[in-house]
């Protein structure tokens, strides 16, 4: 079974600064896990993904993720957000056996960006 | 790029009315998944679907549920009595047979509003 964690609903950051997303899993299989961004009225987004190799995967508009095994994390980061990174961003994960298997989604932690 | 289309965009509907909501999944993609998203709250898995049978179902998808592929092409979620906390955002997914770590492709997703 899969599950995740992101802890708060809610962050701010300034337009140029840090953007940190957290996401904690847990998982009985080695696990694959993705982020996806949902901006207002739209559907869910694939940003990035880590399957196997690279811990540090790099994704869309800047964004990357380090898969840490110790830690049973996946944190999101981009170095200078935008004002247009203002959106809702998933963690999930799935297990990497079974062809089928199901994405497990977090709650979401929705990102606001101040000029 | 390839998508996946779902339609109706938003449906209305009244307490213990039949819904069906209709996607398209990307053409070479052979499994297919329908999540729904109550506002507020995370994306939740219902069912998936490869060869022509439900793989795999939550909970949530009681008898009420069905999914069905009629043509080769669509690929439908009926619920056949609404309820009120039916109300929610469903989301169709679709994913490539092969490579396990392929990430799912989403549509927009239809805003289901049960009155």
């Known amino acids: 079974a899969q599950s995740v964690t992101q802890l708060g609903s809610h962050v701010s950051v300034s337009e140029g600064a840090l953007v940190l997303l957290r996401c904690n899993y847990s998982?009985?299989?080695?696990?694959?896990l993705f982020w996806y961004v949902q901006y207002p009225n739209q559907g869910l987004q694939l940003l990035l993904k880590?399957?196997?190799?690279?811990?540090l995967v790099k994704g869309i508009n800047g964004f990357e993720a380090e898969f840490k095994k110790s830690e049973t994390s996946f944190h999101l980061t981009k170095p200078s957000a935008h004002m247009s990174d203002a959106a809702e961003y998933f963690c999930?994960?799935?297990?990497?056996?079974?062809?089928?298997?199901?994405?497990?989604f977090g709650k979401g932690i929705t990102l606001s960006v101040r000029p | 790029e390839p998508e996946v289309t779902q339609t109706p965009s938003h449906q209305v509907t009244q307490m213990g009315q039949e819904v069906i909501l209709r996607c398209v999944p990307i053409?070479?993609?052979?499994?297919f998944y329908w999540y729904r998203q109550i506002l507020g709250q995370k994306v939740e898995f219902l069912v998936s679907?490869?060869?022509?049978?439900?793989?795999?179902k939550s909970e949530i998808f009681d008898d009420q549920f069905s999914v069905e592929r009629p043509d080769g092409s669509n690929f439908t979620l009926k619920i056949r009595s609404t309820k009120l906390e039916d109300s929610a955002m469903y989301f169709c997914?679709?994913?490539?047979?092969?490579?396990?770590?392929?990430?799912?492709?989403f549509g927009s997703g239809t805003r289901l509003t049960v009155v």
């Open positions: 679907f490869y060869n022509n049978e439900i793989s795999e």
């Open positions: 998982s009985s299989v080695p696990p694959y």
């Open positions: 880590y399957t196997t190799g690279a811990t």
């Open positions: 997914a679709s994913r490539k047979e092969v490579e396990k770590g392929y990430g799912y492709t």
């Open positions: 053409s070479n993609h052979l499994y």
């Open positions: 999930a994960v799935r297990g990497n056996t079974g062809a089928n298997s199901k994405l497990t």
